[in-house]
């Protein structure tokens, strides 16, 4: 049986906000996560992401979020899949809507958003907010200095439970730790 190879993710957190901020004005839009449905699947085209999506929605050991404006929730700002490992929660894809990339992007702290929700997700899987996912070498560092995360064993990193409580306490105020 062959074994799928690790996806190194490779995604930049841009800034942590409260929400989701238009990258020109600043203005906080509020958000909402997701679990993706077959509508989603028919309008994620490949062209407009990185990643197979299609293929994480298929796969039901995993799960597969949307994040969307409660003003637009029709328009898919990021997505992200997650495994459930047991005891901690495993991102295995997270990616920014490619008009959130780059100079000209239309919103900043979208990738924050998501790993706060991976957190989130652990603290209520009552996994203590531990996130683990395997990362690309150059963004090592970047993921230690702005989300806190360690590094285990060669590219793995994992974020604890002091670095979740930030994040989660940062992107959903109303969630009790």
Same mark, same amino acid.
């Given at each position: 049986?062959?074994?799928?190879?690790?996806?190194?993710?490779?995604?930049?957190?841009?800034?942590?906000?409260?929400?989701?901020?238009?990258?020109?004005? &600043?203005? @906080?839009? !509020?958000?909402?996560? *997701?679990?993706? #449905? +077959?509508?989603?699947?028919?309008?994620?085209?490949?062209?407009?992401?990185?990643?197979?999506?299609?293929?994480?929605?298929?796969?039901?050991?995993?799960?597969?979020?949307?994040?969307?404006?409660?003003?637009?929730?029709?328009?898919?700002?990021?997505?992200?899949?997650?495994?459930?490992?047991?005891?901690?929660?495993?991102?295995?894809?997270?990616?920014?809507?490619?008009?959130?990339? &780059?100079? @000209?992007? !239309?919103?900043?702290? *979208?990738?924050? #958003? +998501?790993?706060?929700?991976?957190?989130?997700?652990?603290?209520?899987?009552?996994?203590?907010?531990?996130?683990?996912?395997?990362?690309?070498?150059?963004?090592?560092?970047?993921?230690?200095?702005?989300?806190?995360?360690?590094?285990?064993?060669?590219?793995?990193?994992?974020?604890?439970?002091?670095?979740?409580?930030?994040?989660?306490?940062?992107?959903?105020?109303?969630?009790?730790?």
């Amino acid at each position: 049986m062959k074994k799928n190879a690790e996806i190194q993710l490779d995604f930049e957190i841009d800034k942590l906000t409260k929400s989701i901020e238009n990258a020109i004005s &600043g203005e @906080s839009f !509020l958000t909402e996560i *997701v679990p993706l #449905n +077959l509508a989603d699947k028919k309008i994620i085209k490949k062209s407009d992401w990185n990643f197979d999506w299609k293929k994480e929605i298929d796969d039901t050991t995993k799960l597969v979020f949307k994040l969307n404006t409660i003003e637009n929730p029709k328009i898919i700002q990021g997505l992200i899949s997650l495994t459930d490992k047991g005891d901690h929660i495993f991102m295995d894809l997270i990616e920014s809507a490619k008009f959130n990339k &780059g100079k @000209s992007k !239309l919103y900043s702290g *979208v990738a924050g #958003n +998501l790993v706060a929700f991976a957190c989130k997700t652990s603290f209520e899987k009552n996994y203590d907010g531990v996130v683990s996912f395997v990362a690309k070498t150059q963004l090592m560092v970047h993921y230690e200095k702005t989300l806190g995360a360690k590094r285990f064993a060669g590219n793995r990193m994992f974020i604890d439970t002091q670095e979740a409580k930030f994040l989660v306490k940062q992107y959903f105020k109303d969630f009790k730790l």
